[in-house]
């Protein structure tokens, strides 16, 4: 079957810029596959020239996929034929991806993930869980959809487009005041028989999940995120592993602004114009990371003065809010 990897960047120049280095990552890691990379975007003159021969463009006007995370309950529909993995714009690919590919081949729609029968996940799933009749659902990480062009495909989003409407009738809970396309995919998916990947740590993972830091260097594959273990209060209980190396680094929610991701999208757009050189390597550290790393220290150092005087700051608005 055809492999292809699918974006979406609409309504706004940050996802643009932001899917241009996932399509960056994409072609460094695939100089001479046969996996196309697709965009799709409602502002496809923003595409420099050295991504835009490389890729395939599917224009669609602005709205036309609905309001924030709805974009992605059309997958269905945008997917060319045969294996489609959808990755979320504001993630970057370490690695070549045609044994990801081989591993979902066959099933219709999945994620990388495990389930889960309750708890709190944007909603109380045992009572959701109750309402559908089923023992539990799917929970992954939304950068990430596996979807094989058909009817079975088809028949799960036309589904999650029909429970995106009642979202909030189900008891579902909203994420930046939309509805959260993981929910009703993950419910969608188990009413229709259709399974996660394991997560095994391997396929994608992100900052959120592993609060202990991170190491990545997208040009030579090298990657590292840590989940520290207790008693660190950083650790995160729900997420099982430690240290992982993925395939893909999803730069979900504001980690797209800080240093590692800024540095690396810099030496990405260098190498794509054969231009990752010495002096490119040195104005990535002189001029993105170490004040990045200055700006941050001072910042630790003085924030308890800080709050002492004038509190807490409110939090800032997200700029991806369409």
Known sequence: ?????????????????????????????????????????????????????????????????????????????????????????????????????????????????????????????????????????????????????GDKATTVYTEARKLEKAYDEIGFVRLRNSPNDEVIMALAMQLHGQMPLTDDGTIMSDPQACPGGYQIDVISGSRELVNPQLPNPLHQSWYPFEKVSPAIVHFLGYYTQHYPYKREAYRLAKASLNKLNLISEMVALIGIQYPAQLKNSIKDLFRPVYRALFGTRGVKPSDRIV
């Open 1 to 149: 079957m055809n492999k292809n990897v699918l974006t979406i960047a609409t309504g706004k120049p940050l996802f643009v810029d932001m899917a241009v280095n996932l399509a960056r990552s994409f072609l460094h890691w695939h100089p001479a596959s046969d996996i196309k990379f697709h965009l799709v975007t409602d502002l496809p003159d923003l595409i420099p020239g050295d991504v835009k021969n490389k890729i395939n463009r599917i224009q669609v006007t602005p709205g036309e996929l609905g309001p924030a995370f709805s974009a992605k309950l059309h997958l269905d529909k945008l997917a060319p034929e045969g294996q489609t993995l959808f990755v979320d714009s504001d993630c970057l690919i370490f690695e070549e991806l045609t044994p990801l590919f081989s591993r979902f081949e066959g099933r219709a729609v999945s994620v990388a993930g495990s389930y889960i029968s309750h708890g709190e996940w944007f909603g109380d799933i045992e009572d959701i869980c109750r309402q559908f009749n089923v023992p539990h659902i799917p929970k992954f990480n939304g950068g990430l959809y596996y979807i094989e062009k």
